[in-house]
């Protein structure tokens, strides 16, 4: 289970637990999304124990612990245009290396205008080309590579 399968759990189990998720995902999707489903805390694998311990004792109190470069990257990720939920599904076929045909088809709409949700998320992510489309989502955690 990855941390968002476990808040998953916590949820549905109607569970009190308050969670800090610990990983080495830093991208401010990963950090929105852990926060929407339900974690106190956030932190990077690398942190230290000081920095562990007072998240501990910060969302055992009931706060909300997110250390300074967490909220710097959140910051950062909130001034910058969103991608809609369509153009994130056409970005992970992308990066998944299909063609804006294939894309098409899969999705049931016309190559034109996977074009233009390409040619959108190109300008939304500030990047030229796919594949800087791809390598933008996954440092923003819009995609994952398996």
């Known amino acids: ?31 929105l999304r852990s926060i929407k489903a339900g974690a106190r805390g956030y932190l990077l ?13 910060r969302v055992s109190l009931g706060e909300t612990y997110l250390p300074a470069r967490i909220v710097q990257k959140v910051a950062e990720g909130l001034r910058k245009p969103e991608l809609s939920p369509r153009e994130i599904e056409v970005l992970q076929w992308v990066a998944a290396g299909k063609s804006n045909k294939e894309i098409g088809a899969q999705l049931f709409i016309a190559e ?8 959108n998320v190109l300008e939304k992510l500030s990047v030229v080309g796919r594949t800087g489309a791809i390598r933008e989502a996954v440092r923003r955690g819009l995609v994952r590579l398996d």
């Not at 949820?11 to 990983?23: D, E, P, Q, Y």
């Not at 690398?46 to 004792?57: V, Y």
């Open 1 to 31: 289970m990855d941390g968002l399968d476990v808040m998953a759990e916590v949820n549905s189990a109607k569970l009190k637990s308050r969670v800090v998720i610990m990983t080495t995902f830093e991208s401010e999707e990963d950090v």
């Open 45 to 57: 694998k690398d942190s230290t124990q000081d920095e562990i311990l007072d998240a501990i004792r």
């Open 112 to 119: 034109g205008t996977v074009k233009t949700h390409v040619k």
